[in-house]
C-alpha cells in the first residue's frame, strides 16, 4: 500500500478540496430532442425552422488565391482577387469572412480602395458605382484569417509533438471556407480558380487541378507552388494540404493519378490505393461521362481529419488511417471510401446540390457507387451484405430520430451529415434502380450529368428527368421516399393450399407503422416462389404492387410449393416480420442467398432450446461460405455457451485459425468465444492457454489484439512473458499497444508495472499512454514499491509540459493527489501558458492552491495529532 502520513482529517480536507476544485467543469448544454407527442415511441420527428441560403445576385467567376502561413500562430497570410458579375442592378456585394482581419480592399483594376462592413461572418462592400446585370468586377483583398479550427486546419503546427507529423489541411464542406479565406460560400456557386501556395523546403503540398510551377520566388526563402483548375466548381471544394509526404505518380489513360504518403509508408502505396485507376474507370463506363476535370486525380492522408474523407476537385483528402503497412492491409481495405470520394468527381462536383437541404443528392449517388462497385468488383454476396449494412445503418438512427431525406429544417448544414443523407438515400435510389430496371437506370444516370453539367439541382430535376426517361409518373415514389419521414413495417404471412399435382399460396401484408407520423408506402417487391416438380425444383419470380395498408395477393402453380420467399434481396427498404414456422427456418439456413440465411439465423438463434437449433447453428459457424454468417453463427453460440459441450465449442473455435479461416472477423470472434470458456480440467486449460498464445501470433493485427486482451482476463500470469515481443514494436493504428495497456488493466498483475509505467510515458496524443496513466491515478495507493512510486510521480510531472491538455490535466490532478509540493514552480510556469484555455488555467491554478495550503500544513509550527 502506499505510504500516506496524513492523519485522517487531513486526508477528508484534501480530499473535499479535490472533489470541489477538479470537478468544476462549465456546464454543458444538453441536447434534447423535441417533447414527442407520443411518448411510447422511442423515435421523434427532426422539425424546425425553414433554412434558406443567402440569394446569389453576383456570379463568381474566377479567383486566385496566394497563401503563406505562420505556424507559430497559425494564421493564413494571404490575397485574393476575385472576378465577379453582376445578376441584377447593385451596388454592394456581401462575401462570406469568417474570423478574419482585411488590410485591404480595393477594386484591381484601377486601385481604388473600397468601403466595406464587416460583421462576424459576411463583409458587405460598398461599390464606387452601380452594376448592371452582366458588368464584371475585379475585387482584391489582402486578409490574415485565424481559423478557430474550422475550414483550415494546423496538425503540430510547432512540432511540439515528436511523433505526429507537421501539416495543414482543409475541409470546407459545408461553409467552412470562408474561415480561412474570403469568397463566395454557397453550394450553387461555381469558378475556376488559381491557387498559390508558399511553403517552407522539405513540404509538399496539394491543391486542386495541375500543378504547374514551384519555385523560390526572387527574396523569398519559401517555395511557391501555383496550382490552377480550369472548369468552374462549387467553393466548399476549394482545398489545399501541405506536408512531408512522398508522392508516386502513374499516367493511365492521359489521366495522372497521384498518390501521397508519408515516408514511412512509401513501400505499401500500391496497397493503400489499389484499384484506384480501375475504379475511376469504372465510374466512366457506368456514367458514360469521361472524367471531367483537368486530367489529375490525387489523393492525401492527413492527420485529425475530421472526416473520413473529402472529395475536393482533383484533390480527395483521407483520414490517415488509409495508410496501411503489408500485415494490416490483409485485413482491411478503404475501397469503399476511396470510390466514395471518386463517384463525387461526377455526382457532387460535376453535378452539385442547389443547397443542403438536398445534399442527399450528392451522398446518395456516392453511397449508392460503393455497393455498385462492389458488386462489380466482389460480387453478388459482397454487394447483398454491403447493402444490408447500410440498412441496418439507417435503421439504428431512425430508432432516435426521422426525417425526411430532403430536408430544409436543419438546425445547422452539418446536421445533414448523417445516415439518412447517405444510407437511407443511398438504398433509396438502389429501390428506384429495381423498379425502372437497369436500362431505363444508367440512361438517367447519364442523362442526369450530361443535361446538368456544372450545373446545381435539387430534388424537383431528379425527379423530372427520371420521369421523361421512363415516361412514368414517379411523384408517389419520389414524395413518400424522399419527402415524408419514416419507412414501412411490414407483417407477412402465408397460407398454402395443396392438391395432387397443384398449389395455391395467399400472401397477407399488413403495413403496421404509425402511420400518424409516416406514409402509407407504395411497394414492389419481389417474390420467390420455391416450387418441386416432375422436373425438380424450379424457382419463380413475381414482383407484387403494395398501395394499401392491408394487401391480400393470391398464386397458383403447378407443383408443390415448398417455400415463399418475400423480397429475398432485401430490395425495399422496409422492417420485415414474416409469420413463418421454425422448420421453414430451418430449411432456409441452407438457401443459396445469404440475406435468406441470414434472416433465418435471426430467427433461430431465439429458440436455442432446440437440439436441431443448436445443431443447425453449429453447422453454420463451422461450414457456411459467407463469413458473416459464420461469424454471427459462432456469436450467437457465444451467447448461449452453457447450452453446448466444452469440447465441441472449443473444437470448432480451434478451426477457427488461419490458414483454413480465412476471415479475421470469424478469427476474432473465435477468441471472443475463448475469452468466456470454462475448461473444466487442468489438461484443457492447458489447450485453451496454447490455442490463445497461437491466436496472439496470428497474421492479423485484429485477432492478437483480441488474443492479448483476452490473456488479460483469463491467463493473467503469463501476459508479461506473452507480450514482450509485442509491446515496444510499431502495429497499425497501434492496435497492438492498445489491447497491451487493456490487458494490463484487467490483469492487475502487479509485475506488470514496470511495462505500463514505460508504455504511459510514450509521447504523442495517443490513447493508451492516457487510459494507463488514468489507471495509474486511481489505483495509487496500491503501489507498494518506493521505486515505482517515484517513477509514476516523475511520469506525471513530465506531463505538466505535454502538448495535449488532456495530460496536461492528468498531470494537475496528480500533483494534488500525490501533494506534490515540489511541483509547485512548475505549475505557476504551466498557469502562465499561453495557448490553454480558461478551463484549464483554472484547474491549474486550483491544484496550486490546494498545494500552497499542503504546504501551509507542512510549515505549520502546531502538534497534529
Avoid at 485565424?146 to 461553409?175: A, H, M, S
Avoid at 480501375?278 to 492525401?300: C, H, N
Avoid at 430534388?459 to 427520371?466: E, F, K, P, V, W
Amino acid at each position: 500500500m502506499l505510504k500516506n502520513e496524513l492523519v485522517l482529517s487531513r486526508s477528508i480536507i484534501i480530499s473535499w478540496i479535490l472533489l470541489i476544485f477538479l470537478s468544476c467543469t462549465p456546464a454543458e448544454k444538453a441536447l434534447i430532442p423535441p417533447e414527442d407527442p407520443v411518448p411510447s415511441r422511442s423515435w421523434y420527428i427532426r422539425d424546425g425552422p425553414r433554412q434558406l441560403l443567402r440569394e446569389r445576385t453576383w456570379d463568381l467567376d474566377h479567383q486566385k488565391l496566394w497563401v503563406r502561413f505562420d505556424f507559430e500562430r497559425e494564421q493564413v497570410l494571404g490575397k485574393t482577387e476575385l472576378l465577379f458579375h453582376s445578376k441584377i442592378h447593385q451596388r454592394e456585394l456581401v462575401l462570406d469572412a469568417k474570423t478574419m482581419e482585411f488590410d485591404s480592399l480595393y477594386h484591381v483594376l484601377s486601385g481604388d480602395v473600397l468601403d466595406f462592413v464587416q460583421d462576424s461572418s459576411t463583409v458587405t462592400i460598398i461599390m464606387d458605382r452601380d452594376y448592371e446585370p452582366g458588368d464584371t468586377l475585379v475585387l482584391g483583398i489582402s486578409f490574415v484569417s485565424t481559423p478557430p479550427n474550422r475550414g483550415l486546419y494546423f496538425v503540430n503546427p510547432r512540432g511540439e509533438d515528436p511523433v505526429k507529423p507537421t501539416q495543414i489541411w482543409t475541409l470546407g464542406q459545408p461553409e467552412d471556407n470562408s474561415f480561412w479565406y474570403p469568397t463566395v460560400d454557397h453550394p450553387a456557386e461555381r469558378a475556376t480558380q488559381e491557387v498559390w501556395i508558399a511553403v517552407p523546403p522539405g513540404f509538399t503540398t496539394l491543391s486542386n487541378g495541375l500543378l504547374l510551377e514551384s519555385r523560390v520566388l526572387p527574396g523569398d526563402s519559401l517555395r511557391t507552388d501555383y496550382w490552377r483548375l480550369h472548369q468552374p466548381h462549387a467553393p466548399y471544394l476549394l482545398a489545399l494540404a501541405v506536408g512531408e509526404y512522398e508522392v508516386a505518380e502513374e499516367i493511365r489513360d492521359g489521366i495522372l493519378y497521384r498518390y501521397y504518403t508519408e515516408p514511412r509508408y512509401a513501400e505499401t502505396v500500391h496497397l493503400i490505393y489499389r484499384n484506384t485507376v480501375e475504379m475511376l474507370q469504372f465510374s466512366e463506363e457506368k456514367t458514360g461521362v469521361r472524367y471531367p476535370w483537368d486530367p489529375v486525380y490525387a489523393q492525401v492522408p492527413v492527420h485529425d481529419f475530421i472526416a473520413r474523407g473529402m472529395e475536393n476537385t482533383t484533390a480527395t483528402i483521407l483520414f490517415d488511417a488509409v495508410q496501411l503497412d503489408k500485415r494490416a492491409s490483409q485485413d482491411i481495405s478503404f475501397e469503399q471510401l476511396i470510390m466514395h470520394e471518386i463517384i463525387h468527381q461526377w455526382l457532387g462536383n460535376l453535378v452539385t446540390c442547389k443547397d443542403w437541404a438536398n445534399l442527399p443528392l450528392n451522398e446518395g449517388f456516392a453511397n449508392y457507387f460503393e455497393s455498385a462497385w462492389i458488386r462489380h468488383s466482389q460480387g453478388e454476396d459482397a454487394w447483398l451484405w454491403k447493402n444490408r449494412s447500410d440498412r441496418m445503418g439507417y435503421f439504428a438512427e431512425a430508432e432516435v430520430y426521422r426525417r425526411p431525406v430532403i430536408f430544409d429544417r436543419y438546425r445547422l448544414p452539418e446536421d445533414m451529415y448523417d445516415r439518412h443523407t447517405y444510407q437511407k438515400a443511398g438504398q433509396i435510389l438502389r429501390m428506384l434502380h429495381d423498379y425502372l430496371g437497369d436500362e431505363l437506370w444508367w440512361k438517367g444516370v447519364n442523362l442526369w450529368l450530361e443535361k446538368f453539367s456544372f450545373e446545381a439541382v435539387d430534388i424537383s430535376d431528379l425527379q423530372g428527368l427520371y420521369e421523361m426517361v421512363s415516361n412514368k409518373d414517379l411523384d408517389w415514389f419520389f414524395q413518400q421516399w424522399f419527402l415524408e419521414p419514416g419507412h414501412p413495417e411490414l407483417l407477412v404471412s402465408y397460407h398454402f393450399e395443396s392438391k395432387e399435382n397443384s398449389s395455391t399460396v395467399q400472401i397477407g401484408i399488413e403495413q403496421i407503422q404509425d402511420t400518424l407520423y409516416q406514409p402509407v408506402y407504395h411497394l414492389y417487391p419481389d417474390v420467390h416462389f420455391v416450387i418441386d416438380g416432375d422436373d425438380g425444383s424450379r424457382t419463380v419470380v413475381k414482383r407484387l404492387s403494395i398501395t394499401s395498408q392491408s394487401e391480400r395477393f393470391e398464386f397458383s402453380f403447378d407443383g408443390r410449393v415448398k417455400d415463399v420467399l418475400f423480397d429475398p434481396d432485401m430490395t425495399q427498404l422496409a422492417k420485415v416480420r414474416e409469420i413463418t414456422d421454425l422448420e421453414t427456418h430451418l430449411r432456409r439456413l441452407n438457401y443459396n442467398n445469404i440475406l435468406v440465411r441470414l434472416r433465418s439465423l435471426e430467427q433461430v438463434v431465439e429458440q436455442m432450446d432446440e437440439v436441431a437449433v443448436r445443431q443447425a447453428v453449429y453447422v453454420l459457424a463451422e461450414n457456411d461460405d459467407w463469413h458473416g454468417i459464420r461469424q454471427m453463427a459462432l456469436q450467437s453460440i457465444g451467447q448461449q455457451l452453457d447450452k453446448y459441450e466444452y469440447n465441441d465449442i472449443f473444437s470448432l473455435i480451434e478451426k477457427k485459425t488461419y490458414p483454413s479461416e480465412k476471415s479475421h472477423h470469424v478469427r476474432m470472434t473465435g477468441v471472443h468465444l475463448a475469452r468466456e470458456m470454462q475448461p473444466p480440467d487442468s489438461l484443457m486449460q492447458i489447450e485453451l492457454r496454447d490455442y490463445l498464445h497461437g491466436m496472439i501470433q496470428d497474421t492479423s493485427y485484429f485477432v492478437s489484439a483480441s488474443a492479448i486482451r483476452a490473456a488479460g482476463k483469463i491467463f493473467p500470469d503469463y501476459l508479461i512473458e506473452w507480450i514482450q515481443p509485442y509491446y515496444q514494436s510499431y502495429s497499425y493504428r497501434n492496435i497492438i499497444q492498445e489491447a497491451i495497456a487493456d490487458a494490463l488493466i484487467e490483469s492487475e498483475n502487479e509485475s506488470g508495472l514496470s511495462v505500463m509505467i514505460e508504455m504511459a510515458g510514450e509521447p504523442g496524443d495517443l490513447n493508451y499512454p492516457h487510459r494507463l496513466l488514468t489507471y495509474l491515478r486511481d489505483s495509487l495507493d496500491e503501489i507498494t514499491c518506493d521505486e515505482s512510486l517515484e517513477q509514476v510521480k516523475q511520469l506525471f510531472r513530465s506531463r505538466i509540459d505535454d502538448p495535449y491538455p488532456r495530460y496536461r490535466i492528468l498531470a494537475y490532478e496528480m500533483m494534488a493527489l500525490m501533494n506534490e509540493i515540489s511541483a509547485l514552480d512548475k505549475l505557476r510556469t504551466a498557469a502562465e501558458r499561453e495557448r490553454i484555455s480558461i478551463n484549464e488555467r483554472e484547474k491549474i491554478k486550483k491544484v496550486i492552491r490546494i498545494l500552497e495550503i499542503e504546504k501551509e500544513l507542512d510549515n505549520s509550527p502546531a502538534e497534529r495529532p
